[in-house]
């Protein structure tokens, strides 16, 4: 095991953030060896947080009070957490960070909120590397790509390869480089998202959706569009919330540029309106094994479009 393999694995590492992307984490830290385990969440407070608690328990997580307590006692933090609450969470930690602590920003935030909380962390003692996630995490978990960015990325790239991420690799010395590039990249990805969401049930209310596909089949005859529209809506309905926030990071990112982020603001809003729909239990029960699960995606656009017809279900 070289020195950093093994000054890296003596860590103890802090998890703020339970949700997908943190659980996945937690497993494949655990499944890797390492002993010292931390995480934290809103969530895990009351009846909400139960399989929250229980999934920290079967593979050995240990739970913190707060994010300020995992940075008082954590050499590296994750913050995996929703958009709309990078840079606070930067900032909660910021005042119980142990000097020297690396602090890896995983959230799906703009070039300005990255550089807002790497002012908070490096000025508190910390080193704090922004992370682009480029992809799902879910097919790849800990192996998925991913861009590092900021002064410390280049001398923190080893550790985090040593902690089994081995598609990570360092990207720019700038804070928000690598931000930018994943939030340019997110108008495409999740505009994508949306649009077919949009184009779809359109299609299927007027009852055109097997033309719609031949033609699309013929000008983009590399994409399975069947399969690729059923998960883009379980996606969708499953994280909508969370991808709305990174939406609107993303249009954010977009202003930041001088350019007017219509198509990030209209995929935000899309997003946001069928996770509401989700919340209402238009897909079935929230968190249900079969939720967000249906290979045909004709499914859940009938189950959308009965949500808009119904007096209670207009998107207005």
């Known amino acids: 095991m070289s020195g950093i393999e093994d000054t890296a694995r003596g860590w103890r590492i802090g998890l703020i953030g339970y949700g997908e992307v943190g659980r996945i984490l937690g497993e494949d ?20 947080g139960a399989p929250l608690r229980e999934h920290a328990r079967s593979c050995g997580v240990q739970l913190a009070g707060s994010a300020a307590e995992l940075a008082q006692s954590c050499d590296l933090l994750f913050s995996a957490v929703t958009a709309s609450q990078a840079v606070a969470v930067a900032h909660e930690c910021a005042a119980a960070l142990r000097p020297g602590c690396w602090f890896v920003d995983l959230n799906s935030a703009s070039p300005g909120a990255k550089t807002q909380a790497a002012a908070a962390l490096d000025g508190a003692g910390g080193r704090y590397v922004e992370a682009a996630v480029m992809t799902s995490v879910p097919p790849y978990r800990s192996k998925v790509p991913m861009l590092l960015g900021g002064p410390h990325a280049d001398a923190f790239a080893a550790s985090l390869q040593a902690l089994g991420f081995s598609a990570a690799r360092a990207g720019d010395a700038r804070l928000g480089v690598v931000s930018a590039t994943k939030m340019c990249r997110s108008v495409m990805i999740k505009g994508l998202e949306a649009m077919v969401i949009e184009s779809f049930s359109a299609a299927r209310a007027y009852g055109v959706e097997d033309a719609v596909l031949a033609s699309l089949a013929e000008t983009f005859p590399g994409i399975d569009w069947e399969r690729q529209g059923a998960y883009f809506f379980q996606r969708v309905i499953e994280h909508g919330r969370r991808r709305s926030e990174e939406m609107r990071e993303v249009a954010r990112t977009v202003e930041e540029a001088g350019l007017t982020p219509w198509s990030a603001a209209g995929s935000a809003e899309r997003q946001a309106w069928v996770a509401e729909l989700g919340d209402r239990g238009v897909f079935g029960e929230r968190g249900s094994p079969g939720f967000a699960r249906n290979a045909d995606w004709r499914i859940e656009a009938d189950r959308l479009l009965g949500a808009v017809r119904h007096p209670t279900g207009s998107e207005e």
């Open 29 to 48: 830290l655990r499944a890797l060896g390492l002993a010292q385990v931390l995480a934290w969440d809103r969530k895990l407070a009351g009846a909400q």
